[in-house]
């Protein structure tokens, strides 16, 4: 074997690399092909805001609107927060986890670590869904740009 390939550098990219072409893969002709598992994201990451919210005294109603789950304001003309397989933090998870896998060290020790950090991105994901729809209800020019 080359000794450059010997390098923790290389390796990291090697290994990173090798597993996200995998993981796309799998993602494109598989889960997003014959599984429903980004719809339930969207749906889970709505349903936690929306329950939020209302603990908060906010009344939000949740729209499903073909591949995207809506979270608004119960009584607005604004669109509210569309949530869709893009913005879902799914990819997030799996480029996440590639990291960590790729990055040297013990697997048992990552074991632990690789799930911690996905309930992290998820709840990261809600609060910036009920963050933009605060936002939006607010201040709907400010998300002209992005998110409806």
Not at 75 to 88: F, H, L, P, S
Not at 109 to 135: C, E, Q, T, Y
């Amino acid at each position: 074997m080359p000794e450059f390939l010997k390098h923790p550098a290389v390796k990291f990219l090697l290994t990173g690399g090798v597993l996200y072409g995998i993981w796309l893969l799998i993602y494109y002709f598989f889960i997003k092909v014959y599984t429903d598992w980004d719809y339930y994201l969207d749906l889970n990451i709505v349903w936690f805001s929306h329950q939020f919210l209302d603990l908060m005294g906010v009344q939000t109603v949740i729209e499903i609107d073909s591949d995207h789950v809506i979270l608004m304001m119960e009584k607005t003309i604004n669109t509210g927060v569309w949530v869709g397989d893009e913005c879902n933090g799914f990819k997030l998870f799996s480029i996440f986890s590639i990291f960590i896998i790729a990055f040297p060290g013990r697997i048992k020790d990552k074991l632990w670590f690789i799930p911690l950090g996905m309930i992290a991105i998820h709840l990261a994901n809600i609060i910036r869904v009920i963050s933009l729809l605060l936002i939006y209800e607010s201040y709907p020019t400010s998300l002209d740009f992005n998110h409806l």
